[in-house]
T-cell receptor, first 114, second 112 residues
Framework: GESVGLHLPTLSVQEGDNSIINCAYS??????FIWYKQESGKGPQFIID?????DKRQGQRVTVLLNKTVKHLSLQIAATQPGDSAVYFC?????????????FGKGTLLTVNP | DVKVTQSSRYLVKRTGEKVFLECVQD?????MFWYRQDPGLGLRLIYF???????EKGDIPEGYSVSREKKERFSLILESASTNQTSMYLC???????????FGPGTRLTVT
């Protein structure tokens, strides 16, 4: 079977479609979540964040949904463009105000076909 | 704009060499981080610093040390490089009380 951690989940969409990237987190005490985009050869860039007292937050063409009951986070990208092709990471921050460390997921590769 | 710079984009070193990776941020951020990134494993935290001369181990500190003598600079040191330290190294900084981390472009280190 497939070895955990060696294969990056992938999502392939057509230009103009909406994309949904999912993330399961592990710590029920996590109180902050963030999505990053990493293009080839670059460092991760901030997309959008959400605190645990919210279940939805919208940005420009992006929406993050948080379902604390099942510990699930999703990133929706509207009208996906070729420039959206990248690896997308979710990250969580454990509860506790003095802890600034983020724990990152393994990432999802989004490919947008023209 | 926050700028996080890393001293090298690509580095090739031999097994056993001492390696220094430098990171500088220009926004007076208290927190700085070093991660390594390997295919399919995401970002794993090596070390974290929350103030000058203060450091905290991350999830995978073995084989690494760090130095923070000035607020803007955070160095990652491989005392004796090994082939299993071949990886992409990413530096980041953040400004309490916010949690968003700003990343540098990364250093791709190859140890032969």
């Amino acid at each position: 079977g497939e070895s955990v951690g060696l294969h990056l989940p992938t999502l392939s969409v057509q230009e103009g479609d909406n994309s949904i990237i999912n993330c399961a987190y592990s710590n029920s005490a996590s109180d902050y979540f963030i999505w990053y985009k990493q293009e080839s050869g670059k460092g991760p860039q901030f997309i959008i964040d959400i605190r645990s007292n919210m279940d939805k937050r919208q940005g420009q063409r992006v929406t993050v949904l948080l379902n604390k009951t099942v510990k699930h986070l999703s990133l929706q990208i509207a009208a996906t463009q070729p420039g959206d092709s990248a690896v997308y990471f979710c990250a969580e921050k454990g509860g506790g105000g003095s802890n600034y460390k983020l724990t990152f997921g393994k990432g999802t590769l989004l490919t947008v076909n023209p | 704009d926050v700028k996080v710079t890393q001293s090298s984009r690509y580095l090739v070193k031999r097994t056993g060499e001492k390696v220094f990776l430098e990171c500088v941020q220009d926004m007076d951020h208290e927190n700085m981080f070093w991660y390594r990134q390997d295919p399919g494993l995401g970002l794993r935290l090596i070390y974290f610093s929350y103030d000058v001369k203060m450091k905290e181990k991350g999830d995978i500190p073995e084989g690494y040390s760090v130095s923070r003598e000035k607020k803007e600079r955070f160095s990652l040191i491989l005392e004796s490089a090994s082939t299993n330290q071949t990886s992409m190294y990413l530096c980041a900084s953040s400004f309490p009380p916010t949690y968003e981390q700003y990343f540098g472009p990364g250093t791709r280190l190859t140890v032969t």
